[in-house]
């Protein structure tokens, strides 16, 4: 059973910036895709960032430019550098890694608090 586990979430101000890390359990090389979720109090969870297991990356417009997704795959890790935070970016940030296969099976870590005070 693969395990996800996140950490690097915190309080920051606005205009700061923090690393999400996401350790795998075991190698990430079997994982087609890993992402970055959040959910915020009230909404809906949404994809934040994603990467391929080519590095092909993806992001959320409202995130563009400001963060970045990163794995490195002999440390079973991938990374979310968030910069220029703002309030909005507020919610549990939760990883999650994706393997295709027969079917799909998702992969998820418990998720990190990321608070943004103005």
């Known amino acids: 059973q693969v395990q996800l586990v996140e950490s690097g979430g915190g309080l920051v101000q606005a205009g700061g910036s923090l690393r999400l890390s996401c350790v795998a359990s075991g190698s990430i090389f079997s994982f087609n895709v890993m992402s970055w979720y959040r959910q915020a109090p009230g909404r809906k969870r949404e994809l934040v960032a994603s990467i391929t297991s080519g590095g092909l990356t993806n992001y959320a417009d409202s995130v563009k430019g400001r963060f970045t997704i990163s794995r490195d795959n002999a440390k079973n890790t991938v990374n979310l550098q968030m910069n220029s935070l703002k309030p909005e970016d507020t919610a549990v940030y939760s990883c999650?890694?994706?393997?295709?296969?027969?079917?799909?099976?998702?992969?998820w870590g418990q998720g990190t608090q990321v608070t943004v005070s103005s």
């Open positions: 999650n890694a994706d393997r295709a296969g027969i079917v799909l099976t998702r992969y």
